[in-house]
T-cell receptor
Framework: GESVGLHLPTLSVQEGDNSIINCAYS??????FIWYKQESGKGPQFIID?????DKRQGQRVTVLLNKTVKHLSLQIAATQPGDSAVYFC??????????????FGSGTRLQVQP | GAVVSQHPSWVICKSGTSVKIECRSL??????MFWYRQFPKQSLMLMAT?????????EQGVEKDKFLINHASLTLSTLTVTSAHPEDSSFYIC???????????FGPGTRLTVL
């Protein structure tokens, strides 16, 4: 079936470096993507989202890139800090009959920031 | 911002008993809420969509008679794990979306341990 997956399960970076977390999706009809951060024992925290009519969107220290040609999504974190250490999930949003979106999550990448 | 809460944060129960988990939207109304389950070191899997005033929609492979969902009001959805078994031990997370918002806030999760 359709799925959303990640290339790298674990990413280790030095504090201050930029981080890039990748995600591949298989549903070409997907039109909405979200990146979440999840710290241990907590619920996912929204980071940034992007719609399929865009190929780039920037937030505070984060940038999401969408390449629909190869069905690839990436999250870039600038000047990575120890507080960025967490598991990051990409998710695909799909509309339900109610008009609301449910999310299909990728397998997650653990980001470890070394001091 | 939109906040979703869950209660309890964690629960330990004996095998064969039932456990109820509450999901509340604190500062907005939600006609639709979503229930996810997350096993250790795995991604979030959508279990069901909770619809206020109507029956929940379950994902394939999720037993509706085992995971009872009640969406009695616009701010509360409950998930009852009936006749819980050790394999039901997991992290249960709900989410809801305020009307018109791009974010999809998640609750903090409920850790269920079945002995």
């Amino acid at each position: 079936g359709e799925s959303v997956g990640l290339h790298l399960p674990t990413l280790s970076v030095q504090e201050g470096d930029n981080s890039i977390i990748n995600c591949a999706y298989s549903n070409s009809a997907s039109d909405y993507f979200i990146w979440y951060k999840q710290e241990s024992g907590k619920g996912p925290q929204f980071i940034i989202d992007i719609r399929s009519n865009m190929d780039k969107r920037q937030g505070q220290r984060v940038t999401v890139l969408l390449n629909k040609t190869v069905k690839h999504l990436s999250l870039q974190i600038a000047a990575t800090q120890p507080g960025d250490s967490a598991v990051y999930f990409c998710a695909e949003g799909r509309f339900m009959d109610t008009g609301r979106r449910a999310l299909t999550f990728g397998s997650g990448t653990r980001l470890q920031v070394q001091p | 911002g939109a906040v979703v809460s869950q209660h309890p944060s964690w629960v330990i129960c004996k095998s064969g008993t039932s456990v109820k988990i509450e999901c509340r939207s604190l500062d907005f109304q939600a006609t639709t809420m979503f229930w996810y389950r997350q096993f250790p070191k795995q991604s979030l899997m959508l279990m069901a969509t909770s619809n206020e005033g109507s029956k929940a929609t379950y994902e394939q492979g999720v037993e509706k008679d085992k995971f009872l969902i009640n969406h009695a009001s616009l701010t509360l959805s409950t998930l009852t794990v009936t006749s819980a078994h050790p394999e039901d031990s997991s992290f249960y997370i709900c989410s809801a979306r305020p009307s018109g918002a791009g974010d999809l806030p998640f609750g903090p999760g409920t850790r269920l341990t079945v002995l």
